[in-house]
T-cell receptor, first 115, second 113 residues
Framework: GENVEQHPSTLSVQEGDSAVIKCTYS??????FPWYKQELGKRPQLIID?????GEKKDQRIAVTLNKTAKHFSLHITETQPEDSAVYFC??????????????FGGGTRVLVKP | DVKVTQSSRYLVKRTGEKVFLECVQD?????MFWYRQDPGLGLRLIYF???????EKGDIPEGYSVSREKKERFSLILESASTNQTSMYLC????????????FGQGTRLTVV
C-alpha cells in the first residue's frame, strides 16, 4: 500500500518568513495530493490540493509543488502570520475510482509562527 | 456547508467494554472513513466504506469493526476496548470518485482505562 513520509515534524518560523513542508510517497498510482490544516482543537480542513497533471498550484500565500518522477511534493507558505500556526498534513490518493478516494496521510508538521 | 457530526466529543470506557462511535454526514456522500490520530503518526485509516453495507479494511483494522446500514451513518465498533486504543478518532466523508475533498468530523477523544 501507499506510504507517505512528511518532514519536518516541527517547524518554527518568524512571522513574515517562509515555511516549507516536504512529503514523499511510495505508490506511483497516486495522483491526488491534498494538504490539510488542523488548528488546535479543531478538525482538519483542506487548504490546497494538486493533481498529477499539474506541477505547481498557488492560492494566495500558499503553494504546492509536485515532482512525480521523484515522488515528492511540498507545501510552501510565504509571509507567514500567527494564524498559520497549526498542524499540517499531506496526503496521497490513487487515481482510479474503485479506490474510493482512500487518502494516506503523512505524520504531520506542527508549525509555530513566532510574532 | 458540509456537516460531519460525531456523536461524542469525549468518551471514557473501561477495558473490555464494547464501544460504539457514531458518525453522521448530511451531504449525501458515498464515501465514509474512520481515521485514528496519534501524535507523530498522522491520521491512520481504520476502515472505509464506498456505499451502504460496503466496507473495506484500512491500514490498521485490527480490533475494530464498522457498520454502514444507511448512507449517512457510519459506525466504528471497538469489540473489546483496550488501553492501546486510547486515541483521537476522526470520521470523514467525501463524494464518490478519485480526488474529492474529504470533510472531517470534530473528532472523538476516547480514553480506555
Amino acid at each position: 500500500g501507499e506510504n507517505v513520509e512528511q518532514h519536518p515534524s516541527t517547524l518554527s518560523v518568524q512571522e513574515g518568513d517562509s515555511a516549507v513542508i516536504k512529503c514523499t510517497y511510495s505508490d506511483s498510482a497516486s495522483n491526488y495530493f491534498p494538504w490539510y490544516k488542523q488548528e488546535l482543537g479543531k478538525r482538519p480542513q483542506l487548504i490546497i490540493d494538486i493533481r498529477s497533471n499539474v506541477g505547481e498550484k498557488k492560492d494566495q500565500r500558499i503553494a504546492v509543488t509536485l515532482n512525480k518522477t521523484a515522488k515528492h511534493f511540498s507545501l510552501h507558505i510565504t509571509e507567514t502570520q500567527p494564524e498559520d500556526s497549526a498542524v499540517y498534513f499531506c496526503a496521497a490518493a490513487p487515481s482510479f475510482k474503485a479506490a474510493g478516494n482512500k487518502l494516506t496521510f503523512g505524520g504531520g508538521t506542527r508549525v509555530l509562527v513566532k510574532p | 456547508d458540509v456537516k460531519v457530526t460525531q456523536s461524542s466529543r469525549y468518551l471514557v470506557k473501561r477495558t473490555g467494554e464494547k464501544v460504539f462511535l457514531e458518525c453522521v454526514q448530511d451531504m449525501d456522500h458515498e464515501n465514509m472513513f474512520w481515521y485514528r490520530q496519534d501524535p507523530g503518526l498522522g491520521l491512520r485509516l481504520i476502515y472505509f466504506s464506498y456505499d451502504v453495507k460496503m466496507k473495506e479494511k484500512g491500514d490498521i483494522p485490527e480490533g475494530y469493526s464498522v457498520s454502514r446500514e444507511k448512507k449517512e451513518r457510519f459506525s466504528l465498533i471497538l469489540e473489546s476496548a483496550s488501553t492501546n486504543q486510547t486515541s483521537m478518532y476522526l470520521c470523514a466523508s467525501s463524494l464518490r470518485g478519485a480526488g474529492t475533498e474529504a470533510f472531517f468530523g470534530q473528532g472523538t477523544r476516547l480514553t480506555v482505562v
